[in-house]
């Protein structure tokens, strides 16, 4: 969904989310920053522009974006909490050279959940964790230099 960054306060005020300057900025860095990022990073960049701002501010913001639908909590590893304006049914894939988190697309109702039949299912959510392609290429240039070298 493409919220325009000009209606942002009109985006939040239809989620019933009060649109205070704070919340507005971090919308809008979730919205420009696709990378999945931590409280931290959008703390860090932020307070640059709003010398008052606290990272319990950032925390606050971000969970009252999750209560309204509008943000997805991301938790691959469990001691990153990462965050997502894509709200919709994707997947994610975080690479362990660089650390990146890359969104596909996935079909979560094709998924075969054997066993929960008799469970009512509120979240699904789909981590896988590897190499991305860029990482892959940079250690194959590594190995090429260091055959060449040896």
């Known amino acids: 969904m493409e919220v325009p960054i000009d209606n942002l306060a ?33 703390y860090h ?5 709003i010398p008052t701002l606290s990272k319990t501010t950032v925390y606050n913001t971000l969970n009252t974006f999750i209560e309204a639908g509008l943000v997805r909590l ?5 001691n990153e909490a990462r965050y997502d304006m894509d709200v919709s049914d994707h997947g994610h894939f975080k ?4 650390g990146r988190i890359f969104d596909f697309e996935i079909n979560l109702d094709s998924l075969d959940a054997k066993g929960l039949e008799l469970f009512s299912v509120d979240e699904k959510n789909v981590y896988y964790k590897g190499t991305c392609s860029k990482c892959l290429d940079n250690n194959k240039k590594i190995k090429k230099q260091e055959v060449i070298y040896e």
């Open 95 to 98: 690479c362990e050279c660089c």
């Open 45 to 49: 960049e932020l307070v640059k522009e």
């Open 74 to 78: 991301v938790t691959i590893e469990d």
């Open 10 to 42: 009109g985006y939040l005020m239809e989620h019933k989310v009060k649109p205070s300057y704070a919340r507005i900025r971090v919308m809008e860095y979730l919205k420009e920053k696709r990378s999945h990022p931590t409280v931290d990073e959008i």
